[in-house]
């Protein structure tokens, strides 16, 4: 024995005990892929381990009792049969449990043996699946009540069951007729459990509700011997907002019928006149679970008039009524007509009746979940189908713009170019040709020339070099060079412009001590050309806007990794009001700059994107008047790497790939609340050719999950902790979705629960970046 306290129990043949055994695993293989069945002999076989079993083990699992364990994610079972010694015919102690607890406490010496996959789930608050526990216990019950029968002895089952007793009540009865009767009694209550487990297994094995209902009827009227069995099935108002079944309810008709008397009229699709069912008392009593038994109709509506008549239309003299309810919604009525005489209707066709309408309301509740997920899928699949058109129209759109643009700046880099080169090129040979004895008059025709074609030109490159940096044409070439060295030629650069103002330029190179340097021994990593072009436009700037005889101070210096560039004049200085439109492209801060100073506004721009590109950051501090400091953070570039490129590319092919030519796992679900991010999501994944389902709850979208079987689930974690810890923690112990890649969508300061935590594979920070999104997913993915 081992100690548990059974649901049933007690002593039997091991005639009995292989019957059950036998039953047991039927059972389960009309259950399939969703129970996983264990005995003594898979263990010592290694057949589910796919493992070699110890000695010790061997030795452990040929002393224990015989045993079959039936487990899945949501029920599991335990029949146990231990060998009472010295018995004569053979005994077995049989003990059957449904608690987690007891099955755990019988395993704990064979967990080592026991498969990984096992979904066995040992927390003492799992409950099992109803439906399944109490048909498992009334087929065993009937088993043991049949061999109680044959031996005269009496068991019991716990008070949350069904009763299949043996005992005889009636003490007044012959020994012999109170035995037939008991046999007769057990005989139904098998056949019952029967019908019921061909009904459970049709409901397991297909989504065919019609089907499974109009065969769950004719079986049904055939057991109870019944003329005529029908489910009239309620119609409701989908746009009603309200629970009130009467305010909802727009009516309803005979959905489904089995007849089985010869001549009897049909009603099939027959709607019951309203005015007969006005009780609203006796809608909220189905609702409650409330069975109707009417052995004769003529007395029972004798002062009913329209029921009465409805009676006869129909032929019916006796029926049995019983609610179907489908998740606390009276869905119909499951009701059995007697005809041709009055019935008396016996309690035990009532419960019967009662577990298949629990069984049916359990097909119903599971066939309209099925069809709203087709119905979410195929609504999501049309969205993103339209979405994508748009966003092709939108591409095409952006292409040709883009081409009108690119168009453009041929026309700048050639048609303009190339005769402000011979502008800019003659101007300057005639200011340099001695011979030509100009006047003032002249040479100064000639200087406006070719200074105005030299800003032009200068327009055109900010033009061409902010164009490229707005569609990321403009890459960084990585190097080492002294700091020191591309001030001066920057400083060489505008030193003419500086000279012709008499603005004084300085130049100071500072150690980490703030001490000056005098050689060129501050060595920097990144691209040469690129700060030479941001300390290029921010001193033209200063010079630009410092008044005749001013100053502009140069510092520059290393600072935790960065080099630190700071500009200083003594200018005319920015309102503070107007520093922070200072880096927007096409502006300038006052209407009488553009004629006083000139330009399109495009310099510190430029500046501001050329200092992003290297990872650093610009900042400004001013006072009208008196000047102003510019200081230029950069971050130190790493050095190129020969295969960056290459693995670059490899990236861009994996988020892409065709799935035909080389697939990878590409089944998604999206839990989202956000309308506008799982869109947004969406038509990236789809984009990309993943299959994507998108649920707006993590509530009870166990199911869903667990039909789809997804390679990732993506989830966010501003949902509900509890929810989203409870659904993690189910496919985490899901022998079938336990493998799911999780990845979670966060906020950095998000706090994750330590539940959810430890199943989390990866974080998505918000805002989602496509390109970011899409590595995560291939990374998760290729890992398997």
């Not at 495009?602 to 008047?625: K, N, Y």
């Not at 501003?718 to 409870?726: F, G, K, T």
Request: charged share 25%; hydrophobic share 40%; net charge negative.
């Amino acid at each position: 024995m081992s100690n548990l306290t059974s649901t049933i129990g007690g002593c039997y043949t091991l005639h009995t005990f292989e019957t059950l055994l036998d039953l047991w695993q039927q059972m389960a293989q009309m259950l399939g892929s969703t129970i996983c069945c264990a005995t003594n002999a898979d263990l010592l076989e290694g057949s589910l381990a796919n493992q070699e079993i110890p000695d010790t083990s061997v030795d452990l699992l040929e002393n224990l009792p015989r045993f079959i364990l039936l487990c899945s994610e949501r029920f599991q079972a335990l029949l146990i049969g231990t060998i009472v010694l010295d018995s004569e015919p053979e005994q077995v102690e049989i003990e059957i449990t449904f608690l987690a607890t007891e099955i755990e406490q019988f395993l704990k010496p064979l967990i080592p043996n026991l498969p990984a996959t096992l979904p066995l789930i040992t927390e003492p608050n799992f409950v099992n699946d109803r439906y399944l526990e109490n048909h498992f216990a009334q087929m065993s019950a009937s088993v043991l009540a049949i061999a109680h029968s044959q031996k005269s002895a009496s068991f019991s089952l716990s008070s949350d069951l069904p009763s299949v007793t043996s005992q005889v009540t009636d003490r007044q009865e012959p020994a012999s007729i109170a035995f037939d009767r008991r046999e007769i009694d057990l005989q139904q209550q098998v056949a019952q459990a029967n019908l019921l487990n061909q009904i459970i297994t049709q409901i397991y094995q297909t989504f065919d509700l019609a089907a499974t209902l109009q065969s769950a009827v004719e079986q049904v009227q055939t057991f109870l011997h019944a003329d005529r069995l029908i489910i009239y099935q309620f119609e409701f108002d989908k746009k009603a907002n309200t629970k009130d079944f009467e305010t909802a309810r727009s009516g309803g008709k005979v959905a489904y019928e089995s007849i089985g008397t010869v001549n009897l009229q049909s009603v099939l699709n027959v709607s019951e006149r309203e005015d007969c069912f006005n009780d609203r008392q006796l809608w909220q009593k189905y609702r409650d679970g409330m069975t109707k038994s009417i052995d004769n109709v003529d007395r029972e509506y004798a002062a009913d008039r329209c029921m009465l008549d409805l009676m006869e239309r129909s032929q019916i003299q006796s029926k049995l009524v019983v609610p179907i309810v489908v998740n606390t919604q009276l869905w119909g009525l499951l009701i059995a007509h007697q005809c041709h005489s009055p019935r008396h209707w016996q309690v035990r066709e009532t419960q019967f009746l009662q577990k298949v309408a629990e069984h049916l309301a359990l097909a119903i509740d599971r066939a309209e979940l099925y069809a709203a997920s087709l119905w979410h899928n195929q609504n999501l699949e049309r969205r993103v189908n339209e979405r994508t058109r748009e966003l092709r129209d939108a591409v095409l759109v952006a292409q040709t713009a883009n081409q009108s643009k690119t168009d453009f700046l041929a026309l700048l880099s050639h048609e303009l170019r190339t005769p402000l080169t011979s502008i800019l090129g003659l101007s300057a040979t005639l200011l340099r040709l001695p011979l030509l004895n100009l006047n003032e008059r002249q040479q100064n025709y000639l200087n406006i020339i070719h200074n105005s074609g030299e800003h032009l030109s200068e327009l055109i490159d900010d033009i061409l070099d902010f164009y490229k940096l707005e569609v990321g044409k403009t890459f960084l070439k990585i190097g080492e060079f002294y700091i020191s060295k591309q001030i001066e030629q920057v400083v060489e650069i505008v030193k003419p412009k500086a000279d012709y103002a008499k603005i004084d330029i300085q130049v100071e190179i500072i150690n980490n001590n703030s001490l000056p340097l005098n050689g060129r021994d501050l060595r920097f990593r990144g691209d040469a050309k690129r700060v030479r072009q941001i300390l290029l436009n921010i001193l033209t700037n200063a010079i630009k806007f410092t008044p005749d005889n001013g100053t502009i101070v140069i510092r520059a210096w290393l600072e935790d990794g960065f080099v630190v560039f700071e500009i200083e004049d003594s200018g005319i200085g920015i309102e503070a009001e107007q520093i922070p439109r200072l880096f927007k492209k096409f502006h300038q801060l006052d209407r009488n700059f553009d004629r006083d100073y000139g330009g399109m506004g495009l310099g510190l721009a430029i500046t501001q994107q050329l200092v992003e590109l290297h990872g650093g950051s610009i900042e400004v501090e001013s006072v009208l008047g008196s000047g102003s400091t510019f200081t230029v953070r950069l971050a130190a570039q790493p050095l190129p790497i020969p295969e960056r490129n290459n693995w670059q590319e490899m990236d861009r092919k994996l988020a892409f790939q065709d799935p035909e030519l080389n697939p990878i796992p590409n089944r998604i679900i999206l839990i989202e609340h956000d309308e506008d991010l799982a869109t947004f999501m969406c038509d990236i994944l789809t984009a990309a050719r993943y299959q994507v389902t998108w649920l707006l709850s993590a509530e009870s979208s166990f199911r869903q999950i667990s039909m789809f079987e997804p390679n990732l689930l993506i989830i966010d974690l501003a949902l509900n902790a509890n929810i989203v810890d409870r659904l993690l923690d189910n496919i985490r112990r899901s022998s079938k979705i336990g493998d799911t890649k999780i990845l979670a969508i966060a906020t950095e300061d998000e706090i994750v629960s330590p539940i959810s935590k430890k199943y989390i594979d990866d974080y998505l920070w918000k805002q989602v970046n496509p390109e970011h999104l899409l590595r995560k997913i291939t990374k998760l993915l290729s890992a398997g």
